[in-house]
Structures are given as C-alpha cells and as structure tokens.
C-alpha cells in the first residue's frame, strides 16, 4: 500500500480552503471547534476533482451512484471484514440528511433515544421529524463512559422504538466494544427497536481500539456514514444510508426526488476515489492523528493539568472535562483568550465544565489552543 504524506495547511491556505472553521474566527485566533482538518485532501480525492473540474462536471448526478456503493463495499471488507453488497447503498446529500431520512421512511413511529453528549444536530432532526426524543445521559463522572443499559431499557420500555448510535461517537471518543454492542442489541431484539447507526467516524479508529461496524452485531440496523469526515470533504455533500433489507431500499429510491437529492456529482466522485484508493492516505493520518493525541495529552499536562480527557479512541475530537477549574462556559472563556474550542453543553445541554477540542492540525497549533485555554481558565 502507497504511503502518502498528510500536508500541513498554513493559516492563510486554511483560512481559503476551510471558510467555517478558519473563516468564522477572528484573525489570530485558534480555530479548533468544528470537525474538520486543517490538512490538505488526499491526493486521490484532488485528482478526481481536478480532472471533473477541467472536465466541466459540473452538472446533475445521473441516476445510480457513481460507483459509491461498491467503493464502500470494497472498503468496508478491507477494512472491517465486513461484507455490504454495492447495492445496500442509498446515496444521499449528507449523514444528517440521510438520518432524516431514515427517521422518517424507516424507523418505527414513536420516541427516539439518543446517548448524551451527542452531535448537536442529532437532537434538531429528531425534533424536526416531529419525534420525541429520549436523552440517555452518559455520566460525566466515569471514565470509561459506558452506555447506561438500564436507562436505555427504562426508554425501551416507556415505548422507544429507535435508538440513534453514534459509532465511534462524537464528542466522547469512544469505540464500542463488540460486547457492549451486542449487549445493546439484545436490548433491542427484546423491545422491537430499530438502530439507527451514524458510523461516519468509523475510519478513524486510532491505534489500540477495534472498530466494530454494527450491521455485523445485527443485520436489521440501519447504517448511516460518509466519507466526508475520514477524508474531509463535508463541503462537497455526499453520504450514504445502508440497509440491508432490498424492499427499504426500493421504497428509498422511489421517493420524490425532492425528499432525497442534495448530493453533488463532485461528492459522489470524491467518495468512490476515496474509498477505493484513499487507504494510504487514510493509513498516514491516522498515525497522524495517533500523534497529535499524544501532543494533546502533553500540552494538557503543561497548561491544563486539571483537566479530565476522555481516552481518545477514534475521531480527532476530544471531550475535555474542565470542572475543576469552576468555569461554567470554557469556551467562552477559551474564545476570550484567542481559541475557539465547542461549547460542552452543545451537546450535553446543561452540562457546564465541558468542551470538545479538534485536534486535526499541527502540534503546535494544539499546543498554542491548550495554552489559551489555561491562560482562559486559570486567570
Ligand atoms: C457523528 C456525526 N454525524 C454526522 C456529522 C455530519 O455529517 P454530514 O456533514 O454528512 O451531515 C458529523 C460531523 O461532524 C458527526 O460528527
């Protein structure tokens, strides 16, 4: 396998190529909130978009999906043995898109559950499918964040009939074991629940943890992922809703095109590239990344010693506990002293003390955030 390079981008290529994350901060500050990657794309992705660009491919997707199915079942086996037939591939405009979706054609009617901390959004599209949503909270005390069963029974048996999993999961860190996805799926199995599993992290797996990819713990689950946050190209609106079950996917195709059409040509390109020949890439970030998570760990021992990391597992997205410093909003405070990290209770409404920190930039970049934020907190 072709080893590739991860290439820095300096703060002027950063502050051009990502307009949110570097673009809606003030000059001089430290952009580590949003997920995304200050690195330039992998090569292959450029490629592809290079030639489509000089092409002029700039018009509607065809039907059928570009080659984005099968590049997906390619990976998955390589990657994870798992084996999805091309075909098990919806393609959509992007995962929360996709979920939506899904919540709306696909899950049993009635209360969904969502783990908290979750990915802000989960909570507005449960809200927007007109969905009450059940909030399992993790607690912030146990280091090992497991999921709280009995909680999730308690929700099942109120009268649940989604679970919304997010795997590995944002902002937390964590990779579930097999054992603690079986366990949830034998919950399931007894209430007649349908999973909903966001795996869009599931190709940033860091060393030392194993990715298990839900559909191989229970084949009726549905699957919801991208390659947009592995290879950074959430901008280019591309995503993917898997299920295994040929009559779901017919009723996904039929519906009117309004319902189901926000992907681009340019995405589905990028995704078939990356997927099929972005392994090297992939391979060096992670050891990137694996990285950075020791850098992370070091600056927080200089500048921040009394916080609390979560392990971090996959993702380059790490959930800081700060309570010891008796600061309800670090963020606030973060964003004060020229770094801009997200908001704990973003995710956690309620939740003070916390915040999430991106971590996908250079060593030095992280090491400058985590120093404002001690300066922020300890002044
Ligand atoms: C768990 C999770 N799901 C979905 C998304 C967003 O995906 P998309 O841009 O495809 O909607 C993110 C973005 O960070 C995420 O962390």
């Known amino acids: 396998m072709a080893r590739d390079e991860i290439k820095d981008l300096a703060d002027e290529e950063a502050r051009s190529a990502l307009r949110l994350k570097w673009g809606e901060v003030p000059a001089g500050t430290v952009p580590a909130w ?6 330039a794309p992998a090569p292959v992705v450029t490629e592809v978009l290079r030639e489509a660009v000089e092409a002029g491919t700039t018009g509607y ?25 091309p075909e098990a591939t919806v393609v959509t405009g992007d995962v929360v898109a996709a979920i939506r979706l899904a919540l709306d054609t696909l899950c049993p009617p009635g209360p969904v559950v969502v783990p ?59 990779v579930w074991t097999r054992g603690e996805l079986e366990a949830l799926r034998d919950l399931t199995r007894q209430y007649g629940v349908r999973v909903l599993a966001d795996e869009i992290h599931g190709p ?90 020791r850098h992370l760990a070091d600056a927080l021992d200089d500048h921040l010693p009394k916080a609390r990391m979560r392990p971090l597992e996959a993702t380059y997205l790490a959930w800081l506990d700060l309570r010891e410093y008796g600061v309800d ?43 404002r934020l001690g300066a922020a907190l300890e002044g």
Not at 61 to 85: C, K, N, Q, Y
């Open 34 to 39: 949003v997920a995304e990657m200050d690195y």
């Open 61 to 85: 997707p065809p039907f059928g999906d570009l080659g984005v199915g099968a590049a997906f079942s390619g990976f998955a086996r390589r990657h994870w043995g798992l084996e999805v037939a």
């Open 116 to 174: 908290l901390p979750c990915y802000p959004p989960f909570r507005v599209v449960v809200d927007l499918c007109g969905r009450p949503l059940v909030p399992v909270e993790t607690d912030p005390d146990d280091d090992e964040a497991v999921l709280d069963l009995t909680a999730v029974e308690q929700a099942f048996r109120a009268g649940a009939r989604t679970f919304l999993l997010c795997s590995p999961h944002n902002p937390l860190g964590r």
């Open 204 to 293: 940033l797996v860091l060393p030392g943890s194993t990715f298990t990819p839900y559909l191989s713990v229970d084949p009726t689950a549905i699957l919801v992922t991208s390659a947009s946050k592995a290879f950074n190209t959430p901008g280019l609106h591309c995503a993917q809703l898997v299920t295994l079950d040929a009559g779901e996917r017919e009723r996904l195709r039929a519906l009117p095109m309004p319902l189901n059409h926000a992907f681009t040509t340019f995405g589905m390109l990028a995704t078939t590239a990356a997927f099929t020949d972005g392994d090297g890439w992939l391979a060096a970030l992670v050891e990137r990344l694996d990285g950075q998570r």
């Open 329 to 371: 909003d670090p963020a606030a405070a973060g964003l004060r002293h020229g770094v801009r990290v997200a908001p704990g209770s973003d995710y956690h409404p309620g939740l003070a003390g916390h915040a999430r920190i991106n971590i996908a930039t250079t060593p030095e970049r992280t090491r400058l955030a985590v120093q």
